[in-house]
């Protein structure tokens, strides 16, 4: 069986699933309504004000930590070859957000931009709920790129 990194990150699949996840991050934020939708709306312009590259750039840059973080998670789903990864991640929201929020905490922790820092620390205690409210997006883009 591939793992993950090998089906997700090869020299033809890469640039796909980068541009793949950004376009599910832009949906995801768009879709958020409310007082809370206009915050993370908020943030989001604000951040993309600050560098119009900024989006396509995260993904890039955490792309391989994002997988490697989800390599046991997968090899433990695929033990059954019918396990359907969009419904799988789903089923385990929770945990799945709680590893991909484990590596923007850890990015965040590093980051030398203050104004990201604090536009992500306003953010954060509301992350897992609208990381795992994205599951069926980043469980529909997970298969759409072959996993």
Avoid: W
């Amino acid at each position: 069986m591939a793992t993950l990194a090998e089906i997700l990150l090869n020299d033809a699949q890469r640039p796909k699933l980068i541009a793949d996840c950004v376009v599910v991050i832009e949906e995801e934020v768009a879709s958020k309504t409310g007082v809370t939708g206009f915050a993370v709306k908020a943030a989001f312009k604000a951040v993309k004000a600050f560098k119009k590259t900024i989006i396509p750039d995260a993904v890039e840059a955490l792309v391989d930590a994002f997988v490697a973080q989800l390599e046991g998670y997968y090899a433990e789903i695929k033990v059954n070859p019918t396990v359907d990864i969009g419904a799988a991640v789903v089923r385990d929201a929770d945990r799945v957000a709680e590893a991909l929020l484990e590596i923007t905490d850890q990015r965040a922790e590093r980051n030398r931009h203050k104004a990201l820092v604090s536009a992500y620390k306003k953010l954060r205690p509301q992350g897992k709920k609208h990381v795992c409210a994205a599951m069926p997006r980043v469980g529909a883009m997970l298969k759409r790129n072959g996993a």
